[in-house]
């Protein structure tokens, strides 16, 4: 088994969509990014390319090629996912938690974690999303940007040897 925690944050700026684990969320501003800029989707991609040991998003799909301008994040995930069973892992369970004061999230969280679950071809209920507020502090509590974290186990049937085996 392994262990992958990943991070994300972008800016909210006016004039882009708000998107955050696949879905459409009504608000006035959206995050600022080279891609759709989901926080949430793109700490769950760090998470699972941390616990292969496959670096981090930007290796794949760096903001400097414009051939992933607004690129869809669950194209993204997608992709990270092929990589995962490619190498013989399957995902046990994810844990997220994205940190915003606005707006109020409770009400799509669960279509969220449907649409993560979706993408990575496990049941909903492995898949945890949650929301925590900045309570009025830092970038998040000011409603400057968002942030997202995520940890996961991951296994494989193949056990690795290591200096103990």
């Known amino acids: 088994m392994r262990v992958g925690f ?3 944050v972008h800016a909210l700026c006016a004039g882009r969509a708000l998107i ?11 995050l600022h990014g080279h891609s759709d800029a989901d926080v949430l989707t793109h700490a769950v991609c760090d998470a699972l390319l941390g616990a292969m040991g496959e670096g981090d998003l930007g290796t794949y799909f760096p903001s400097s ?6 690129i869809d994040s669950l194209q993204m995930l997608q ?9 013989g892992y399957g995902l046990i369970n994810l844990d997220t938690v994205i940190m915003a004061e ?5 009400p799509y969280l669960a279509d969220m974690q449907k649409q993560l679950a979706s993408v990575l071809c496990v049941s909903p209920d492995l898949v ?38």
């Open 102 to 106: 606005a707006p109020r999230l409770g």
């Open 79 to 87: 992709a990270v996912h092929q990589k995962l069973t490619q190498r």
């Open 65 to 70: 090629d414009p051939q992933f301008k607004n």
């Open 20 to 30: 955050l684990g696949g879905i459409t969320i009504p608000h006035s501003q959206g």
């Open 128 to 165: 945890n999303v949650k929301v925590k507020s900045g309570d009025k502090l830092g970038i998040i509590g000011r409603q400057e940007g968002m942030a997202a974290q995520a940890v996961c186990l991951i296994h494989t049937e193949q056990h690795e040897m290591g200096p103990h085996s």
């Open 6 to 8: 990943g991070y994300d």
